[in-house]
Each structure stands twice: as C-alpha cells, then as structure tokens.
C-alpha cells in the first residue's frame, strides 16, 4: 500500500523559510515521480513542483521558480520542499502526491498523502 506523510509545514513571517518532507513507502522508490500540490481556501488546487526519481528532472511553477526547491533523498525514500522567500500567498494545505510518471502526478492523478498547513503571516 502506498503510503505518503507529510510534515515540516508551520506558520512563518514573510520572507521566511520552512522544509516540508515526503516520506514514501509501499512502492518502488526510485522508479516514480513525487510531487508537490497545493490548495488555499476558495483556490484552485495548483501543482507546485515535481521530481522524476528515475532521472532527476524537475518542474516548478511560475508562481515559485527560484524560490522553491524540490529534492530527493532515495537512501531516505523522501522528498523535501525548500520553501524560501515566502509570501502570504503561499499560505495553503501542502500536499504531496506519487505517481509513476511526472505527467501523472502534475495531473493530480496518483496517491495523496494527508497534507501539512504552510501558513506565511504579512
């Protein structure tokens, strides 16, 4: 069974930092991709990063780009967000998801882990 746990999220001042973590089990690590979902009340549900474990690549979206970073540790079978320079509008529940291939999990379609609130204060 897939399992996917979040953690790291928290509320943080503006311009701040925080790391969420992803720890995986219940399929074959390195063979998926892992990403990173968020949803603010009255928001779409946005696809915020992604890393293909098979070969390292990564996607961000605009709303991030140099600001976030997404990294895997296959020895730890987790996924961390480097989440810096924070702005209010990154207040939302975090979400990550797995998926055999990156366009599958950047369509939301794979499994979900349970969230962690980031909440960034102005």
């Known amino acids: 069974e897939v399992q996917l746990v979040e953690s790291g999220g928290g509320l943080v001042q503006a311009g701040g930092s925080l790391r969420l973590s992803c720890a995986a089990s219940?399929?074959?690590?390195?063979?998926?991709?892992i990403g990173w979902f968020r949803q603010a009340p009255g928001k779409e549900r946005e696809g915020v990063s992604c890393?293909?474990?098979?070969?390292?690549?990564?996607y961000y979206a605009d709303s991030v780009k140099g600001r976030f970073t997404i990294s895997s540790d296959n020895a730890k079978n987790t996924v961390y967000l480097q989440m810096n320079s924070l702005k209010p509008e990154d207040t939302a529940l975090y979400y990550c998801?797995?998926?055999?291939?990156?366009?599958?999990?950047?369509?939301?379609?794979?499994?979900w882990g349970q969230g962690t609130q980031v909440t960034v204060s102005s």
């Open positions: 998801v797995t998926a055999p291939t990156a366009g599958s999990v950047l369509s939301g379609f794979g499994s």
């Open positions: 890393i293909s474990n098979s070969d390292g690549s990564t």
């Open positions: 219940g399929f074959t690590f390195d063979d998926y991709a």
